[in-house]
């Protein structure tokens, strides 16, 4: 789970450069197109076989790719303008999000103290927020876009929780975004719609949209080996070494440091997800 904390936020990176002169949408096609062509290299090396990537359930699979390559597309286009670590820690309000998802559609019980613990993240969000309104515009809501999405493919992500194979999954979440904003990008591209008309790469570019299809894949598989090693309550404080990572990537590449608001934002998030990682495990234990 560490290994993957720390390698998100290298394709985190890669995008935010990307994105400075290449169209937000077309870097985030490029992460699932690139990640459907290494997991099926995979699969022919590992298994010789593309069978090992059919799912049992195509539509609710492709869904999950679709959340996700919405969630990719809000997220690169705010690492546009925003800094780095900002952008991550409004995103790690996605738990309260899921918390209050997971009452309304899956009917699970929710109590008076994780209904607290989700206001104070989200007042945390807001204080990272509204100083990065005013800075960034609507931009700065993006990541919220992107931990509701996320929350959602994380919802369907539980129901189909033992069906298929890692590389299915895997697989399935690719073609899914390679349907959702390939249709897009051609879109954009018949109706010349300004910021999201594709461009031609340069060959750096190309290598760096290929790093990030990599990274993928792997952060990907090592969070989901964790998950299979350790119980969710367990791997969930880790989750926000991502914040740490990115905010030493922010410093040393792009210059960014969290200010003090959005330190203390930073810390209701954290604690709020804390606690309600912690009431999940007291749950499961009765």
Known sequence: MIAGMGVVPL????????????????????????????????????????????PQRWGVNLLRGALLSGATLSFFTA??????ADAIAIF????????????????????PRRWAAVAVG?????????????????????????ATLFALYLLITRKL?????????????????CLTLGVILLAAWATGIG??????????????????????????GFIVRAFALAPASVLAPFNYLE???????????FGDFPDLPTWGGIALIVASGLYIAHRERLRAST
């Open 11 to 54: 394709m985190d990176v890669l995008a935010k450069i990307l994105a400075g002169h290449i169209p937000a949408l077309e870097v985030s096609f490029s992460r699932f197109f690139f990640q459907a062509l290494i997991t099926v290299a995979i699969a022919l090396v590992w298994a010789r076989s593309l069978a090992t990537l059919r």
């Open 161 to 177: 929780a033992g069906e298929d194979s890692l590389l299915s999954m895997q697989f399935t979440t690719a073609l899914g975004g």
């Open 243 to 253: 914040i740490v990572s990115a905010t030493l990537f922010g410093y040393l590449i």
């Open 195 to 220: 910021g999201f008309v594709p461009v031609v790469p340069g060959s750096i570019d190309v290598l760096m949209m290929v790093g990030i299809g990599l990274i993928s894949f792997i952060s990907h």
């Open 122 to 146: 989200l007042l945390g969000a807001m204080l990272i927020i509204r100083p990065s309104f005013a800075a960034f515009g609507v931009s700065a809501l993006l990541p919220l876009v992107t």
């Open 92 to 111: 790690f309000v996605e738990p309260m999000i899921l918390t209050a998802l997971s009452a309304i559609f899956l009917k699970e019980h929710v109590g």
């Open 79 to 84: 690492l546009k303008v925003m800094p780095l």
